[in-house]
């Protein structure tokens, strides 16, 4: 089954698209046609208009977001790209940058246009040196051929890009440990309010957005809002979403698919089915912090709504599927130990209760949990819902969704005295 | 470190630092350069990085710490990053870690006697699609098995021993 490609257009395997090959195949022709053109109001409605949701995990409405800023305020302002791509089965950002990553230039050029910016930086993650370079190459070009820099196409807005390049831990991904990271001082997060519109990088008014979103942005401006609308399945959704494809299916790659696609579709067609002729279990829809979807969800449109009303979250969209062979407890044992590693120990409920709960999950695992270990289980997520920042509420997804779907596996640990499927 | 390499850091850096307007926003790029040069960060680059950058040392160590991926002990000519979250997981990560540990007779979190390699596990790579997978220096090493590890750490010894840049 095959679907418009957009963000993917002019990806090739094994390639970085050129400037010159960019700009053959339509690239820069959305700035020429805004900068100086369009009022920088105008193209900020336009992605109000096109309904374009974050694409960094939290969905929060991009025009929504850019209608908080103060773009006509003076003094330095910033737009930050979060290329920070840590959550666990989430690969989306490195391979639509590796394949083209002067879209994310010229996503960040418009932006910069429609928010009055004249500074922006990607944060870039350690482990993704194949992308910093390919950044690095496309920031050069860009710049030679004046689509950065002082007086862009000619006109009087001018755009200096930096790439950053950082040097480990998720928790960087969250946006006000991530300005931190990028101030140079110790990347807690920070307290909100101030949010980063009124106070974010150096104290000044900032954006963050992820790869993805800022990549939509030329398109939008391009095309318009309800070309753009036109592009999802289903009602109240827009534009196509990358799919990152994982764990046990034949086919573990990167697609780039309609919103509202069924994930039957993405399992069975793009997926190639579970591997090994076995059944499909259960899978994380959106990258580690969301809730499982089981079999019984397979025909649910993969879009911000509907996954919401199923209980979880679209999130990234890297979606890991799990075999019928697969222990859940030892699943979430291992997102959870993972979140517990990554805490930034900053706040009680995420650096203490995070490590509880793996203590709890071992005990299943290893035979030691009664019903009074479930109870306890069930606890914890009140207590840790109240943390500081998102990571720790990010963790709890996979435990609500062991807990809502999978309460008569942990009983079976209970009752066999240890991992019905041979673990620990 | 020597004092070729602070001239280095030095000529490498001061331009830059003048020309910024916020130069602690150099620090990890400060460290990250330093790593690259001695294999990790001492003590006297964290003192470096914070004469450079007009701060105290403890406003450098604080960020020197938050990383994983800024060493601040001794680690060898090579380290191993190999990813132990949910994807490679699903793959048989816990075999490879294995076999990491028995071939070259560490643990985690240990380097080899040689000084080639340093053993530490990862959160995840974005290298999902390919599980599992490790990092070796910058590269990037998915699909593994136990066969195709022997093969990379006999190349990565190899490059090691060359001086090959990890």
Known sequence: MSHPQVLFARRRPGQTVSLETYLQEGGYQALGGAVGKQAPAALRKLVLDSGLRGRGGAGFPTGQKWSFFPADAPGPKYLVCNCDEMEPGTYKDRELLVADPHALVEGMALAAYALGVTHGYVFVRYDYEDVFRALERAVAEAHGAGFLGERILG??????????????????????????????????????????????????????????????????????????????????????????????????????????????????????????????????????????????????????????????????????????????????????????????????????????????????????????????????????????????QGAMGPLEGLLRHFEQELLDHVTRGGCPFGGA | MDAKLEQDIRAEFEPQIRACAHPQELVVHLLRAIQRE????????????????????????????????????????????????????????????????????????????????????????????????????????????????DRILDEERRAAGQGDPP
């Open chain 2, 38 to 149: 001695h294999g990790w960060v001492p003590d006297e680059g964290v003192e470096l990085a914070a004469r450079l950058l007009g701060l105290q040392p403890i406003q450098v160590e604080e960020v020197a710490t938050f990383y994983d991926k800024i060493y601040r002990r001794p680690v060898g000519r090579r380290v191993i990053h190999v990813c132990d979250s949910i994807c490679c997981w699903s793959r048989g990560e816990q075999e490879i870690r294995a076999h990491l540990e028995a071939r070259l007779g560490i643990r985690l979190g240990e380097t080899t006697p040689d000084g080639v390699f340093t053993l530490l596990p990862t959160c995840c790579l974005g290298a999902c699609g390919r599980a599992p997978a490790m990092q070796v220096g910058f590269r990037l090493y998915g699909e593994l098995t136990p066969d195709r590890v």
């Open chain 1, 155 to 392: 006109t009087d807005f001018g755009f200096e890009l930096h790439v950053h390049g950082s040097a480990g831990r998720y928790i960087l991904g969250e946006e006000t440990s991530l300005l931190n990271g990028l101030e140079g001082v110790r990347p807690n997060p920070r307290l909100r309010p101030p949010f980063p519109a009124q106070r974010g990088l150096f104290g000044r008014p900032t954006t963050v957005q992820n790869v993805e979103t800022l990549c939509n942005v030329p398109h939008i401006a391009l095309h318009g809002a309800e070309w753009f609308k036109g592009l999802a399945l289903t009602p109240g959704e827009a534009g196509t979403k990358l799919f990152g494809l994982s764990g046990h299916l034949n086919r573990t790659e990167c697609f780039e698919l309609p919103m509202g696609v069924p994930l039957r579709e993405v399992v069975e067609v793009h997926g190639g089915g579970v591997r090994q002729g076995r059944r499909f279990k259960a899978c994380l829809p959106g990258g580690a912090s969301t809730p499982y979807l089981t079999a019984a969800h397979l025909d649910v449109p993969m879009d911000f709504g509907n996954l919401d009303r199923a209980g979880s979250r679209l999130g990234t969209a890297g979606v890991t599927v799990f075999d019928e062979r697969t222990c859940m407890v030892a699943a979430t044992l291992n997102l959870l130990t993972f979140f517990a590693r990554e805490s930034c120990g900053w706040c009680t409920p995420c650096r203490d209760g995070l490590p509880y709960v793996c203590y709890l999950l071992e005990r299943f695992e290893r035979g030691q949990a009664g019903r009074e270990e479930l109870a306890l289980l069930k606890a914890q997520p009140a207590f840790i819902n109240q943390s500081f920042c998102a990571l720790a």
